[in-house]
């Protein structure tokens, strides 16, 4: 068999060798030109490709194909690592569906409705408008307990209490409701504190010591 890689036929039909490796070089030149390559797929899709691979091999390994299963979970949770920390790094951390809202009284003991009102005082005269937002709502809540329109309920919620006093207090439950969502926002987003946020809440605290709550009608219309 002739090797066409160092000889080649001239114009006249007689042989002229071609050394071996510039032949090679011009075929590998020649392969690399883009028509020979405008149906390869991706990066993307060769990675995509990549990883479906190892999936399929870490399966079939915890399926016993030629491991012990213990081998092929291992090599299996390796390729799940590989690939989160791929979408971790493409996408970023997730971010979270909802913002979590703990209890109005957080972690602190029981205090009664006038030491909140104090300290809610004590941080609004030093400009700390977020405590003092913080105390103040408290301060709500916690009076309403003492009057027992609400009842003591360790783990209650600004929006939970908002939603219970507005049963009792329905002239003032729209209020309740913009006074909840500011302590949110405050206390556990990310909502900026300010004076005119504690006043609203100041406000409200006053206006519930003087509000008497609604009476229930029976069903003969009597109260």
């Known amino acids: 068999m002739p090797n066409w890689g160092e000889m080649a036929p001239a114009a006249g039909g007689a042989p002229v060798t071609t050394p071996r490796d510039p032949a090679r070089d011009a075929v590998r030149d020649e392969l690399l030109k883009a028509d020979y390559h405008r149906h390869d797929p ?20 915890i399926a016993g194909d030629g491991t012990t299963g213990t081998t092929g979970l291992i090599l299996f949770l390796v390729v799940a690592v590989v690939i989160a920390a791929a979408l971790w790094w493409r996408l970023g951390a997730p971010r979270r569906a909802a913002r979590t809202t703990p209890d109005v009284f957080g972690t602190a003991g029981p205090r009664s409705a006038a030491q909140y009102r104090a300290d809610a005082e004590r941080h609004a005269a030093a400009g700390q408008w977020a405590e003092a937002v913080r105390e103040q709502m408290r301060a709500v809540v916690r009076g309403l307990e003492e009057r027992t329109l609400l009842d003591t309920r360790p783990g209650r919620t600004a929006d939970e209490a908002a939603t219970e006093a507005g049963r009792v207090l329905p002239g003032h439950a729209a209020d309740l409701t913009a006074a909840a969502r500011t302590f949110d926002d405050i206390a556990y987003g990310e909502r900026t ?31």
């Not at 991706?42 to 390994?61: C, E, H, P």
């Not at 100041?202 to 609604?214: F, G, S, W």
């Open 42 to 61: 991706s990066l993307q899709q060769r990675v995509y490709d990549w990883f479906m691979d190892r999936i399929d091999d870490a399966l079939n390994a």
């Open 193 to 223: 504190a300010d004076q005119a946020a504690y006043q609203l809440l100041r406000d409200l605290d006053q206006a519930l010591e003087r509000a008497r709550p609604a009476l229930a009608t029976a069903p003969g219309g009597a109260a």
